[in-house]
């Protein structure tokens, strides 16, 4: 049955433009991720609150927080240039890289979707064709018509490439994402294990294991530890989101120095059930939408 509403949302994807109603497409999309009818009068779990910030907060900002090249800037004013990932170029097409000035090790990423990245380890060994697909790829994709996630839209497609950045721990990197409710950081997803299948872990404020999960999350059997910049991280995480209904901070903690990833707005696009379920309601919870609003919209 899973398979079935898989198919079911590709298909959806890939004729996403022809459904212009942003309420229909996400009804449709939420019911074939989760198999649930959308209920936004008045939403209560967490899923649905994302699913009524895609048609409700649209902030022209947002745009701005999404594009993984100026965000660095704002971030960079707000916590200091210490915390950014340094950026080698950005270019407008794949062509335009000037592969012989690049290091040894870099990353390359579109700076308008998620998924769009391809990492150097060895520049000599490096397959630029293949890369070359992907990114193509991926810079074709108008990323706000898969799940209608307003800050992706109109943001123009570019090529950034970084500095590749390796933890000297045995686990490699792990990444910290920060669920931030009314600028208040309330849960950690950690994504470790990255060289294999990647685990993630939900943790609360205390770095307590939380007992619940989302549904297609693989969970470490390695024990997590609390990174020694936890509470620093904590810090960051609250100071980034300050003055946003929810927004989730991503960060790095590599060789013992905290480093800003990204803004989500919308976690796995909402779109992903909770196990037990009950989770997805007290996490809700936490989240107190404008519903007086009076152009608020109901399906």
Not at 89 to 111: A, Q
Not at 127 to 155: M, Q, T, V
Not at 183 to 195: D, F, T, W
Request: with cysteine; aromatic share 14%; charged share 30%.
């Amino acid at each position: 049955m899973n398979y079935i509403f898989s198919s079911l949302s590709k298909l959806l994807a890939f004729f996403s433009k022809l459904i212009k109603s942003d309420k229909l497409y996400i009804s449709i999309d939420y019911f074939f991720a989760t198999r649930k009818r959308l209920k936004l009068s008045p939403p209560v779990t967490f899923n649905e609150k994302l699913q009524w910030l895609k048609l409700n907060d649209k902030h022209p900002e947002y745009t701005h927080l999404v594009d993984k090249s100026e965000v660095k800037e704002i971030v960079k004013n707000i916590i200091g240039e210490k915390h950014i990932i340094p950026t080698l170029g950005i270019y407008n097409k794949f062509n335009e890289i000037e592969k012989d000035k690049l290091p040894e090790r870099f990353v390359i990423k579109c700076t308008h979707d998620s998924g769009g990245v391809c990492i150097c380890k060895n520049k000599n060994k490096f397959n630029w064709e293949e890369a070359e697909k992907k990114i193509n790829k991926s810079l074709k994709n108008d990323f706000f018509w898969n799940h209608r996630e307003y800050p992706y839209k109109g943001i123009k497609p570019r090529i950034m490439i970084e500095e590749y950045l390796e933890d000297n721990s045995p686990k490699g990197l792990v990444d910290y994402k920060f669920f931030c409710f009314h600028g208040e950081p309330r849960l950690v997803l950690v994504a470790s294990n990255r060289q294999k299948n990647v685990n993630f872990d939900f943790f609360d404020m205390d770095f307590k294991h939380c007992p619940f999960k989302q549904e297609y999350d693989i969970l470490s059997k390695d024990l997590i530890e609390k990174p020694t910049l936890f509470e620093e991280m904590k810090k960051i995480a609250k100071v980034l989101s300050k003055d946003i209904l929810h927004v989730r901070v991503d960060l790095y903690c590599i060789n013992n120095h905290i480093y800003f990833g990204e803004y989500t707005f919308f976690n796995n696009a909402g779109n992903e059930n909770f196990i037990p379920q009950e989770w997805d309601t007290i996490i809700g919870s936490w989240l107190t939408l404008p519903l007086q609003s009076k152009n608020y919209q109901q399906i």
